[in-house]
Structure formats: C-alpha cells, structure tokens
C-alpha cells in the first residue's frame, strides 16, 4: 500500500481484500468507459470529470453521500489509469476531510484488467 498523505494506493491484491471487507467502491469514469470496458463488479458508478475536464463538485457529493454516509467511512476510488483518482483523492481527503480515501493503483486497465480480474458490462 502506497500512502499520498490524504489517500492510500491499493494494489489488485489489497484492493481485493477491501472489497471483500465491505469497502465501497467507487469507479469516477465517464459513463463511455463503463460501456467500452466495464466496471468492477458491485462498483457505484458516479462520474467525476466531464470529456472537457471539468467537475461539478456539489453534484459528484450528493450522488457520493447517498453511498459513503459517514467521512470516517473507507470506500475505494477507481478511474482508468489511477490518474484522476489521485486528484479527486486529494479533494475528498485534503479538502473534504474523509478520513478513509483510498484508490486502485494503475485503475482499473493497469491494476484490473491486465491482472486477468474479469469486469461486468
């Protein structure tokens, strides 16, 4: 496990663990990438940037509080290259203050689907 400060990386092993714990997952891609390669099984899926790299931070956290109710509650966060939950990581930690952020390390290509973990469409 890798440690940014406000949120911890997670390699497909320990992610795996988590889930199994009852972490939420929490895939941020746009809805085109769930289509093209599906998601996690029992991930939510809530977007977080637009096509132009725009957010609109109010809608993310009401659609976000409807599954982590509590900051003290750990949840996962997944994109597709790990880049985009190290920002939104940063924001849900730093400036949020959730206590328990965490995110798949490489996202769901590098830390999923090259491993050989199956998605679902």
Not at 27 to 40: A, H
Request: hydrophobic residues 35%; glycine residues 10%; proline residues 2%.
């Amino acid at each position: 496990m890798l440690n940014f400060g406000p949120f911890k990386s997670l390699s497909t092993k320990e992610f795996q663990q988590k889930r199994e714990e009852g972490y939420s997952v929490i895939d941020i891609r746009m809805p085109v990438e769930w289509e093209q390669d599906g998601i996690i099984e029992g991930s939510h899926k809530i977007t977080f940037f637009d096509e132009r790299g725009g957010y609109d931070l109010d809608q993310f956290i009401e659609d976000f509080s409807q599954i982590v109710t509590d900051k003290n509650q750990p949840f996962v966060l997944v994109c597709a290259h790990a880049n985009r939950t190290k920002t939104v990581g940063e924001i849900m930690g730093l400036k949020l203050g959730y206590k328990n952020v965490y995110e798949l390390d490489g996202g769901i290509h590098w830390g999923w689907i090259d491993k050989g973990m199956e998605t679902v469409k």
